[in-house]
């Protein structure tokens, strides 16, 4: 008579998921972690391929802000304090209601001086910003 030994395929016959199962939860929480970061809220508006249409209008001023070295601002070619850079847009908007304005800050500038610029455009809902990234 042939003996068999039934224990030993016993446990073939059972396949153990708890490592896969574990390894699905901790992709799972993974991508819960990452997902909201890869949201992206800030709303632009790009532009089309398309020319814009030609219109006999004269082209919009733009104003220049510039920030120096030294943290000193400059409304067109003039030098402003911020609480006066605040006032003197206050009027221009005042005056044109779609104002432009392009920024630039040198490349020493402390952060906190741009900020402060920045912050005077955005309280004062001026939208048509531009960022200069190399001397004209």
Do not use: C, W
């Amino acid at each position: 008579m042939k003996k068999t030994s039934q224990s030993h395929h016993s446990t073939l016959n059972e396949l153990n998921i708890t490592p896969l199962l574990d390894l699905v939860f901790v992709l799972l929480v993974i991508f819960i972690i990452t997902t909201p970061q890869m949201m992206n809220n800030l709303e632009m508006t790009l532009p089309s391929g398309k020319p814009p249409p030609k219109t006999d209008q004269p082209k919009p001023k733009i104003n220049h802000i510039v920030v120096d070295a030294t943290g000193k601002t400059f409304l067109n070619d003039k030098m402003v304090t911020v609480p006066e850079l605040r006032k003197e847009l206050q009027d221009l908007k005042a005056r044109t209601p779609d104002l432009s304005v392009v920024v630039k800050g040198s490349d020493d500038v402390e952060y906190q001086n741009m900020i402060n610029v920045l912050d005077v455009l955005q309280q004062l809902d001026i939208t048509k910003i531009g960022l200069a990234t190399a001397s004209e």
